[in-house]
């Protein structure tokens, strides 16, 4: 079987032959083809930070094992780890932090033990990185949660849930505040939800998700979350369990999946031989099992986790008395320990049951969208504009323009509504929110929004707009604050 495999940037090159030692080892039947992806390809010229031959591999065999890589700073590059995942559509991000005996937490020195799965969106939200600078003051970055895309990843959850007979799901969101966008999400959660009567679904907004993950993380299983927040959550359960050297990464797609470790490229030990590879081998221990190679999995886990009770570690973690490993000692360490059992969390010793990777030839791009229930009707608009006047003359100017068609119906400045009416005490941006409504919720046509854009340019530098849709009579836009 043949998987893709990316070195990675700075301490990247030493886990992974560490990691692929192990896997050598224990005599896994994978055949490495090694691909050009990181910071070093993005300093040759490659603006994704992978080649045209690496990106056609990964392609090919559905598979790639990666580790960790740098972005270049400045402006105008993406993070090749993003790339990855958004290109090939890798929508679910399973982030497996359990205890392991031996990596010292507050928890595990209570007697608390932990096993949380985080399911984060992986291809939407602020994740698009679609952003601009409306005034020289004012940026915006849009944030689109989609309906197809939450309900892939959120059905991907309680599949994996059903598999490993969770009982309890919890969907983490904001929609308390941002009741469109995440407000979606958690519909569709309960949507899905319905079809996994046997598994306890509830939701909590995310800040207080934070703290009780922090005072209570035991009564966690399974949650699902959209990906900014998914992304800070996973990181939070990371420090629970020692940290992002404990906390492996997975990334589902319906075509390819991606398995990284998520910590950094620490290029201060670049090349010392002294970094811990358990992040990463515990992402290849997923990718194993994602490929039906279980028995290898188990004894190479079980291995781990023997050693880890013993006491053996590297220099990130553990009883500082002892003496340090370097990453080699360290992954020598595992070999020499298969067969043995660990105390604690052993392994199922399961037989191999190998699947290779469908290969997909598509034609074009899929496409994935939910039927359209009822009849969409365009009501009016928002119009953002660039001004450093009161809200009163912006609104002076604006009626100037409205028509027998529209009304303007309200003004807001950051998000809060400063006219018709509002507080002196509200500060203010040089950039206002003009809503227009049409006359009595009645239909109009994009052709009579933009004579509408067209009027209002003769008093304002128009930055932005988004039209004001219904479905089936209801409103599909929020309201200001204080509206």
Not at 234 to 256: E, M, R, Y
Not at 382 to 401: M, R, Y
Not at 438 to 450: A, E, M
Not at 453 to 473: A, H, I, Q
Request: glycine share 8%.
């Amino acid at each position: 079987m043949r998987i893709a495999v990316a070195k990675g940037d700075g301490i990247g090159p030493e886990i992974m032959q560490a990691v692929i030692s192990i896997f050598d080892a224990q005599k896994v039947s994978l055949e490495y083809e090694y691909v050009d992806m990181g910071k070093w390809v993005f300093d040759k010229g490659y603006s994704t930070g992978m080649t045209p031959e690496a990106q056609h591999t990964i392609e090919t065999l559905g598979i790639l094992f990666k580790g960790p890589m740098e972005t270049p700073k400045g402006k105008g590059v993406k993070s090749v780890n993003v790339t990855a995942r958004k290109t090939w559509n890798t929508y679910a991000n399973k982030r497996v932090f359990q205890t392991l005996h031996g990596v010292d937490t507050v928890f595990s020195k209570a007697g608390i033990p932990i096993d949380i799965t985080v399911v984060r969106e992986n291809i939407e939200d602020t994740y698009g990185g679609i952003e601009h600078m409306l005034t020289h003051d004012v940026a915006l970055s849009r944030r689109f949660i989609t309906r197809p895309g939450s309900l892939q990843v959120i059905r991907y959850a309680f599949e994996m849930a059903r598999k490993k007979n969770t009982l309890r799901i919890t969907c983490g969101h904001k929609a308390n505040i941002m009741k469109i966008t995440d407000g979606l999400f958690l519909e569709c959660f309960y949507e899905v939800a319905k079809e996994y009567p046997e598994i306890k679904a509830d939701d909590v907004i995310v800040d207080d998700l934070c703290m009780k993950l922090v005072t209570r993380p035991d009564q966690f299983d399974v949650v699902v979350l959209t990906n900014l927040q998914g992304d800070i959550v996973s990181d939070l359960c990371a420090g629970l369990v020692g940290g992002l050297g404990f906390a492996p990464s997975a990334n589902i797609g319906d075509h390819i999946c991606i398995f990284e470790a998520v910590h950094g490229t620490a290029p201060d030990i670049t090349g010392k031989n002294i970094a811990n590879p358990t992040a990463l081998l515990l992402s290849g221990l997923a990718m194993l099992r994602h490929l039906g190679l279980m028995e290898n999995a188990a004894i190479i886990e079980n291995a781990l986790l023997y050693t880890l009770e013993e006491g053996t570690r590297t220099g990130d973690f553990g009883d500082r008395s002892k003496t340090a490993l370097n990453t080699s000692e360290f992954a020598q360490a595992i070999i020499s320990n298969f067969g043995k059992k660990p105390a604690h969390g052993e392994k199922p010793m399961l037989p191999n049951k190998p699947v290779t990777p469908t290969t997909f030839r598509l034609e074009k791009n899929p496409l994935i969208m939910s039927k359209e229930m009822e009849e969409e009707v365009i009501v009016g608009v928002d119009i953002f504009i660039e001004s450093s006047e009161q809200p009163t003359n912006v609104a002076t100017k604006c009626l100037l323009h409205t028509t027998d068609l529209f009304k303007l119906v309200t003004i807001s400045n950051r998000g809060t509504q400063v006219w018709p009416k509002g507080s002196v005490f509200t500060n203010l941006v040089n950039q206002y929110r003009c809503r227009f409504e049409s006359i009595g919720d009645q239909p109009v046509t994009q052709i009579d929004i933009i004579e509408l854009y067209k009027r209002l340019t003769l008093d304002f530098k128009v930055c932005s707009t988004e039209l004001l849709n219904m479905w089936g009579g209801k409103k599909a836009y929020s309201l200001a604050q204080g509206q």
